[in-house]
């Protein structure tokens, strides 16, 4: 069906397949409420959605989580989504990984907490660094190509050289370095998990320095508080990606549920197609009619689309104020006063999960 102006087909979906996941890092931004195994939608919903999602012009389609090898029928849904003629990127922990349930996938994004194993197990709050080891061993065997991600936050900020040696070891194509994004678990964790403004700067030269030398694409994802403008989030509401939540929810955002009165539509009630074209919750801030000053007038406005909408209203409780990231944002103090904060001793403040 030909889309209506305005509305472009979106190129990737996230499917959160499940948030059950063995890992407890307590930088996840998944929701603090978790869909429970039972809410989960069943193997020929999430097919049925991959065959929406493609109709409607998806390409990639990345499986998450929590952790997606929880679910026993993964090689079903790869082999559909794969038979769709879609790309397929696994968001994996590593944990239970083996090379019959790498089969159809095209690309395989694993997770690292630190690039030594006691530092590693502890945020991740189970004993998991030698499984991920074994689980690039397994991508790299299948030959697939292997991204490695970590997200950075101020336990692990300071290892920035020790996890490109690590990514390196692993057989890593790509590495990405990834400052913690404020939600979900990472928000309630946030005063033990954000870094200092010293720490930002020599993980940032650390980066460059690395790029330099290795021979492994590095992506830095920057420290979006310490920044003077927002980051692009999503490269703009409903532009691009989708997520469909464990539960069927779907989102402009992984994140978006935090937001109240945003009308989320669920999969099992409305094709997603409808949904995603004129849907309250993806109409809600699509586009640039939606701003307000000091975003309105502002040059910048497509290149970051005035922030990120969940953090607007998780800061400022309005979804349609400028992302107080912003130094022209008036409620820049906010963000300010979250980094002029007294340092938390991590050693003595457990990070919750
Ligand atoms: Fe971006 Fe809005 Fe700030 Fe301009 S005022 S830089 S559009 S967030
Ligand atoms: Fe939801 Fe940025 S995380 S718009």
Request: proline share 6%.
């Amino acid at each position: 069906m030909a889309e209506p102006p305005g509305v472009a087909a979106p190129f990737g979906l996230l499917a959160e397949l499940t948030h059950r996941c063995p890992l407890r890092c307590g930088y996840c931004s998944n929701p603090v409420d978790l869909v429970a195994r039972g809410d989960e939608l069943d193997t020929a919903t999430w097919c049925s959605v991959f065959d929406q999602a493609r109709a409607l012009g998806v390409l990639q389609v990345h499986l998450s989580g929590g952790e997606p090898l929880a679910r026993g029928d993964l090689p079903e849904l790869v082999g559909h989504a794969a038979g769709l003629g879609c790309y397929v990127n696994l968001v994996t922990s590593g944990l239970g990984l083996t090379v019959e349930r790498l089969a159809g996938v095209d690309h395989v994004q694993l997770s690292v907490q630190d690039a030594d194993e006691a530092g590693a197990n502890r945020i991740a709050g189970v004993k998991a660094f030698g499984a991920k080891l074994r689980a690039a061993e397994v991508v790299r065997g299948a030959g697939l190509p292997l991204t490695v991600n970590v997200v950075l936050h101020r336990l692990n900020v300071d290892h920035v050289d020790e996890l490109v040696a690590l990514a390196e070891r692993m057989g890593a194509d790509r590495l990405e370095l990834a400052h913690t994004q404020y939600y979900g678990w990472a928000l309630r964790n946030r005063a033990a998990l954000l870094p200092t403004r010293e720490q930002v700067a020599r993980a940032a030269g650390a980066v460059a320095a690395a790029r330099s030398r290795s021979g492994m694409e590095i992506v830095h994802v920057v420290a979006d508080y310490h920044e003077a403008h927002p980051k692009p989030c999503m490269h703009g509401w409903g532009a691009r990606q989708l997520t469909v939540a464990p539960n069927g929810d779907v989102l402009p955002c992984p994140a978006a549920g935090v937001i109240d009165g945003l009308g989320v539509e669920n999969v099992r009630d409305r094709p997603l197609g409808d949904i995603w074209r004129s849907s309250p919750a993806f109409t809600a801030f699509r586009g640039f009619d939606w701003m307000r000053e000091p975003c309105r007038s502002c040059a910048r406005r497509e290149l970051d689309f005035g922030g990120c909408r969940c953090q607007a209203f998780q800061l400022t409780g309005d979804a349609a104020a400028t992302d107080p990231v912003c130094t022209l944002s008036p409620h820049r103090g906010l963000v300010d006063a979250i980094l002029a904060g007294d340092p938390t001793d991590v050693e003595h403040r457990a990070v919750v999960r």
